[in-house]
């Protein structure tokens, strides 16, 4: 590591002591390469010259942080993302939740909601949506305010629907949806099964009782001690042989809850609680 980026990384982690102090969102355990290239998309945004003058801003305007959150977290996601996923939950986890009256889904780190409807659209179609409360969770409060309003631009819908049959999808996504004005909105009679909250992976406790986790490409943004806390998190809120879903290029092993889960579909990132 060459002496500019040390000085710029001690730089990162006083920014980030400061806005848990100041704001307690806690950004601390982020993975650190994800974070340089996020600081340096900050510092060209705000015209800063440096992180310490970015911290200023941040620590004394909370408009600013608010700004600051959308680099923070990362809103990257698309309906049906990974199509095999979807349909792996379909047909490997979709037979065990029938057997439960009712269900507790958590979706950690919802974002803007994509991976939250792509859940309700398979839930519904498998009969389960009228017995299913899903929890949305996120820290940012304009990805909340986004995924609860259900609404995304018509040029992403073809390709949402083709990521749709290819999860095993048994209508047309537009089924779901109303459009006008350039954009799609879901419908409400999948929106009144979800309940929405801010959660942080990093400072709260366990969110619910649930028989599902999904958390998709939230962990890979994290060092291994914050993952390691995610993860408990995520074991102690299922049931026993709750399931839990991961992002691609994410997994359980190698961590302090390794032991904690067995593979169901390890090819598409599921898991179940021993």
């Known amino acids: 590591m060459d002496e500019d980026t040390r000085l710029f990384d001690i730089e990162v982690r006083l920014l980030l002591e400061g806005v848990f102090q100041v704001y307690q969102h806690d950004f601390r355990n982020y993975a650190t390469a994800s974070l340089r290239r996020r600081m ?27 700004q600051m959150l959308q680099f923070f977290t990362v809103q990257v996601s698309e309906l049906f993302r990974d199509p095999g996923y979807f349909l792996a939950l379909r ?38 949506l009228e017995r299913t409360v899903f929890y949305a969770t996120d820290i940012n409060p304009v990805a909340l305010r986004t995924a609860e309003a259900g609404i995304y631009p018509l040029d992403r819908i073809a390709r949402f629907s083709a990521n749709y049959r290819q999860a095993g999808g ?40 649930v028989q599902m986790v999904s958390c998709r490409n939230v962990l890979i943004y994290f060092n291994r001690a914050l993952q390691d806390r995610a993860l408990g998190l995520f074991h102690d809120a299922l049931v026993r042989r709750g399931f839990l879903g991961l992002g691609s290029h994410e997994t359980v092993r190698f961590t302090a809850h390794a032991e904690a889960f067995e593979d169901l579909v390890p090819e598409h990132r599921i898991y179940r609680r021993r």
Do not use: N
């Not at 800063?48 to 608010?66: G, K, M, N, P």
């Not at 996504?173 to 350039?182: E, I, K, P």
């Open 91 to 128: 047909q490997e986890v979709v037979p065990v939740l029938k057997t439960y009256p009712s269900l507790k889904v958590w979706v950690a780190g919802c974002s803007t909601g994509e991976e939250l409807w792509s859940l309700a659209v398979l839930f519904d179609e498998e009969d389960l």
């Open 170 to 209: 048994r209508r047309s996504l537009s089924d779901y949806l109303v459009t006008g004005y350039d954009a799609a909105a879901f419908d409400r009679r999948l929106r009144k099964q979800v309940v929405f909250a801010d959660h942080s992976l990093a400072t709260d406790s366990v969110f619910s009782e």
């Open 40 to 66: 340096q998309q900050a510092m060209e945004h705000f015209g800063c010259t440096s992180i310490s003058e970015l911290q200023h801003r941040v620590l004394h305007d909370r408009r600013v942080f608010a």
